[in-house]
């Protein structure tokens, strides 16, 4: 029986090394759910790196690996620490994230990077072929993989090879700064079918297309060799029921078995029933707009001093390459921003920004979903942004309001939020304003729209989706041959 195989730069689980024995759990991840029924209901095999560096293995270690992660349907490539460093820490996350999210400044044109890069992603399309069989598929996901459909395809053309990045697409302007910028192009035109978050997005790419490799393009169709190879956008959904449900769970438990934060949230709202929480959720990563956030707080206590003490933002940080350069200076200057507005505006009884820097279990993710009257997602570019439709998701009472940058894809699905520039801190506090002032009435209106279009777009119906147009490429295929 043929079946799908699904390449990400990491295997769905998390493995532990401890005294020589492997810990192993499953990844409860956006895109694990999503490719479930892709990846287990249907016989399915997931490539990816098992987050354990070839230094850390010895040979007996590497096939217990190797059995453990067959078990759970996967097969791990390995990696050595030059390879994470120079690929994923490098090339990956110091030159492809910066430049792909209009960060030029922050972007490393590192031949040593390249060369890795393009070895890794060798190493992957190795172990890819190994397991390939007739009238096999392959979905590969993201940033860190752009070369690999090719390198597939040169070995196997008879192969559906299906490819999405979860990240912006930038313009052709940005792109064409790149050095090595036809090898990633036709890298990624291995595949049969090309995937975005957005329009635009595919927009860029074809716009990219066109201008470096000079190829045609038929509306979303790129005539490529002999082949058409198709691009089109691919909303991601979250799952909705999971984030639901786990609310509507939430408000029915007993005050023994709610978590300390959410006792601690309960106290908040007890001890002043008109102080509202604003929330925020995101990785540190200098694109999330987190220093932005917080001056634009900042503004908004000095705009409006009347919601001084009757508001408070609770900021959850989640730690993020915490080697690379950039992200080290963006703690500093979160810490710093916090502390200033802290020192600032704090009373003896008030504190305006509580801060977490860690990551939290699900269940206090949804203590903060569902005790925050507003939810703050301020990026200055997001390829999606899941939280934002999370927040709505655990909405159980459709009360809340979102405010959401208009440079995060979900935007372009989320029209009822109130949309603001995250660099317009006059906007901000005034849709911060606004939130916390909108009657009740038409919070339920705006969110009951959200929730509808985020149910019927959920995440599993976003990857059936994409296998759905996969399968259809097949015959785009025969049209050229046939012309
Ligand atoms: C990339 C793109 C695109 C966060 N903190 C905790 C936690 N989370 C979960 C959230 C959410 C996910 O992590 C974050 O997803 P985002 O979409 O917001 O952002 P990125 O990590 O940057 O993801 C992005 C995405 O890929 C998908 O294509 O939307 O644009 O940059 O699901 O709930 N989960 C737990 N504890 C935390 O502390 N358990």
């Not at 390459?321 to 502390?339: A, C, F, I, M, W």
């Not at 029209?415 to 939130?435: G, R, S, Y």
């Not at 339920?444 to 994409?466: D, G, P």
């Amino acid at each position: 029986m043929s079946k799908t195989i699904i390449v990400s730069n990491r295997l769905p689980l998390q493995i532990k090394l401890n005294n020589d024995e492997l810990e192993i759990t499953p990844s409860v991840g956006g895109l694990a759910t999503g490719m479930k029924s892709v990846h287990k209901d249907d016989g399915g095999l997931w490539i990816g790196w098992s987050g354990l560096t070839e230094e850390e293995l010895n040979e007996s270690l590497e096939k217990k690996v190797d059995k453990a992660v067959a078990k759970e349907n996967c097969a791990s490539v390995n990696l050595s620490q030059n390879d994470i460093d120079n690929y994923y820490f490098g090339f990956s996350n110091r030159t492809l994230w910066p430049l792909f999210h209009y960060f030029m400044e922050y972007t490393e044109f590192e031949k040593d990077f390249w060369e890795s890069y393009k070895r890794v992603n060798q190493k992957f399309a190795d172990v890819v072929i190994e397991n390939l069989e007739d009238g096999d598929k392959v979905w590969v996901h993201d940033y860190q993989l752009l070369l690999l459909p090719q390198l597939i395809k040169d070995k196997r053309p008879d192969v559906s090879i299906g490819f999405f990045l979860h990240i912006p697409f930038p313009s052709y302007e940005i792109f064409r700064t790149f050095p090595w910028r036809e090898e990633l192009l036709t890298g990624m035109l291995g595949s049969d079918l090309i995937g975005f978050h957005t329009y635009d997005y595919e927009r860029h790419f074809l716009s990219s297309i066109k201008r470096i490799l000079r190829l045609d393009v038929k509306f979303n169709e790129i005539i490529y060799h002999d082949r058409i190879v198709k691009v089109d956008s691919f909303p991601m959904g979250i799952d909705y029921k999971k984030f639901h449900e786990a609310a509507i769970n939430h408000t029915e438990l007993n005050t023994n078995d709610k978590s300390e934060l959410q006792q601690r949230l309960d106290d908040h709202i007890q001890a002043s029933q008109d102080t509202k929480l604003i929330l925020s959720i995101d990785r540190l990563d200098y694109t999330k707009g987190i220093p932005n956030r917080i001056r634009a707080f900042e503004y908004f206590l000095n705009k409006y001093p009347e919601f001084k003490e009757k508001v408070r933002l609770i900021m959850l940080s989640v730690p993020s390459r915490s080697n690379v350069p950039q992200y080290q200076l963006l703690k500093k200057e979160t810490d710093e921003l916090v502390g200033r507005i802290n020192g600032q505006f704090a009373t003896v009884s008030w504190t305006p920004v509580w801060y977490f820097y860690r990551s939290m279990p699900f269940d206090n993710l949804i203590d903060l979903y569902t005790s925050s009257d507003v939810a703050l997602i301020t990026p200055v570019r997001d390829g999606m942004n899941l939280v934002a439709k999370e927040y709505v998701a655990t909405r159980t009472k459709k009360d809340g309001v979102l405010i959401l940058s208009e440079m995060a894809g979900a935007s372009k699905e989320m029209n009822e939020a109130l949309m603001i520039n995250p660099n317009n801190f006059e906007q901000i506090a005034d849709a911060i304003k606004q939130a916390l002032e909108m009657p009740i009435e038409e919070q339920i209106s705006r969110n009951t729209i959200l929730q509808k279009r985020l149910e019927r777009y959920s995440v599993e119906k976003w990857a059936h989706e994409f296998m759905k147009s996969l399968d259809a490429t097949k015959n785009l295929g025969q049209v050229i041959v046939s012309e």
